[in-house]
């Protein structure tokens, strides 16, 4: 048996134990980086709880200042000028930077404290006295020099800001009079439904350094206020990198490339769904199916095609009234559309059996044509010429496509039933196939139902992804299409 004594000695051991091991589990680890214009990225796994302290070092005797970038895979860090966090020296995010100015700081401090391992690249851009200073007139983020690009999202748009540039450090006085920068938006599009860090850090690289940029990267013109906040179309689950060159009278420098997949990513193996629900699925599943019934025997069955009609223009029209004048939930809204959808299919159906009379569904169906036609038209680069971003020059151009449709066939009702049938059938199919091959032709049609829904999807910038995927998908319906003729009476 253990004494009165002992049993005191051993519990104060361990009581000692336990506070070293408390106080050892919060002393924060550091490494040390040194960037360099020869070397100017490093890639690196940063566990929770470590601090790592970025150098400078190799800088030529013309470098006025420099930005130190961190991009995270799947996470955040925080930048700060000191070891110790004060208001105004740090800032928090995936995509972010910090200024050096080459005469007073050498060095920053990149903490992580996520709880989880992440893997960072850190970058350096060194410029000379006649650059401009990518976010030195910054008024609205905590930092007082924000040389990166602030970026959010929601379901139809991803918003990207970046704070005023000021003058180079050449002009003496400094000022923050931008009338003589120029501020260039490029971005680069990565390949669908691939969320690797490997592709995300070899694309940041490519964007940038401002000469690289305008290599790799694609210019695209904004024409929506304020000047410094920028719109563009969201496409969920394809990832993309946004990049702000600012321009001076003589030289360029290059805000913090930015990223965003248009949605939250847990994880590489998790990308994005937007038919997250079963009941998104199984409708999913359901067009799939009509789609390729349609396709094949759509016209051999006219009353089924005269309800298909009715049913997609009764659910165009209520999902515009729906979110125009409300904004119910995932769930209300599909229960509510399909339902109107079923309800217009109905009608039209019973519309016809009373009559007899073929040529409004007919007329109706060329309209769904014409509808098709000129969304693909405003699925295209076109759409983000300036002209097209008022709202009453756009959708009267897209009136005139559609009523290209009837004008053209409602004369033919024979090959306009074929048409029907053999294009809706091919959307339906497309729309669905969209979900699981990760390409974005689907956003044909959403596109004119946002800009329908959302008055600041007007200024955004359309410019779609138009990579393997898309090219594949459409080659796969065209043969479809075409081995499964109709019958010709």
């Not at 060194?126 to 020099?145: F, K, L, T, W």
């Not at 669908?192 to 995300?200: P, V």
């Not at 049609?445 to 779609?464: E, G, H, K, Q, T």
Request: aromatic share 14%; proline share 5%; hydrophobic share 45%.
């Amino acid at each position: 048996m253990w004494t009165v004594k002992e049993l005191g000695s051993w519990t104060s051991i361990i009581l000692l134990f336990l506070l070293f091991s408390s106080v050892t589990s919060q002393i924060q680890t550091e490494e040390f980086v040194t960037l360099t214009p020869e070397n100017n990225f490093v890639e690196l796994k940063v566990e929770s709880g470590t601090d790592v302290v970025i150098s400078v070092g190799n800088l030529s005797l013309d470098t006025a200042f420099s930005i130190i970038q961190a991009n995270v895979f799947l996470g955040s860090v925080t930048l700060s000028y000191n070891r110790t966090l004060t208001q105004g020296n740090y800032t928090t995010g995936a995509n972010i930077g910090l200024v050096l100015y080459n005469n007073t700081e050498k060095e920053v401090f990149l903490r992580q404290t996520s709880g989880a391992l992440l893997n960072v690249l850190l970058g350096l851009q060194v410029y000379d006295g006649n650059a401009p200073i990518p976010g030195a007139c910054n008024m609205e983020q905590s930092i007082r020099v924000a040389p990166f690009l602030p970026t959010r999202f929601s379901v139809d748009l991803v918003t990207v800001e970046f704070p005023i540039a000021s003058w180079p450090m050449n002009v003496v006085p400094p000022t923050c009079d931008g009338s003589p920068l120029q501020y260039d938006i490029f971005h680069l599009y990565l390949p669908e439904n691939d969320i690797s860090q490997e592709t995300l850090f070899k694309n940041i690289r490519l964007m940038s350094d401002w000469k690289s940029i305008q290599t790799y990267g694609k210019q695209v013109n904004y024409f929506g206020a304020p000047v410094n906040q920028i719109e563009f179309a969201n496409y969920v689950g394809t990832g993309r990198i946004i990049s702000v060159v600012v321009r001076g009278l003589t030289s360029s420098a290059a805000y913090v490339p930015t990223t965003s997949y248009g949605c939250t990513v847990s994880s590489a193996e998790e990308p994005c769904e937007l038919l997250s629900s079963v009941l998104e699925k199984v409708f999913g599943a359901c067009l799939f199916f009509i789609g390729l019934f349609m396709i094949a025997f759509g016209h051999r069955f006219f009353k089924i095609q005269i309800f298909l009609v009715g049913f997609c223009i009764s659910m165009i029209i209520s999902f515009i009234l729906l979110f125009y004048f409300s904004q119910p939930s995932k769930l209300d809204a599909t229960l509510i559309v399909f339902g109107v959808g079923v309800g217009g299919g109905l009608l039209l159906l019973g519309i016809w059996a009373w009559w007899g009379v073929p040529v409004l569904p007919v007329f109706l169906g060329c309209l769904i044509l014409g509808f098709l036609v000129a969304s693909i038209i405003a699925y295209s680069p076109l759409v983000d010429l300036s002209i097209l971003k008022d709202n009453v020059t756009f959708w009267l151009a897209f009136l005139c496509f559609v009523l290209i449709g009837p004008l053209f066939l409602v004369s033919f009702p024979f090959y306009a039933s074929l048409g029907i049938s053999t294009v809706m059938g091919s959307y339906f199919v497309l729309f669905t196939l969209d979900q699981y091959v990760g390409s974005n032709l689907q956003y044909i049609v959403i596109n004119i139902l946002r800009r329908a829904v959302n008055s600041d999807f007007r200024v955004a910038i359309v410019d779609p992804p138009f990579q393997y995927r898309e090219d594949g998908e459409s080659q796969k319906i065209f043969v479809i299409s075409k081995t499964c003729p109709e019958e010709r009476e």
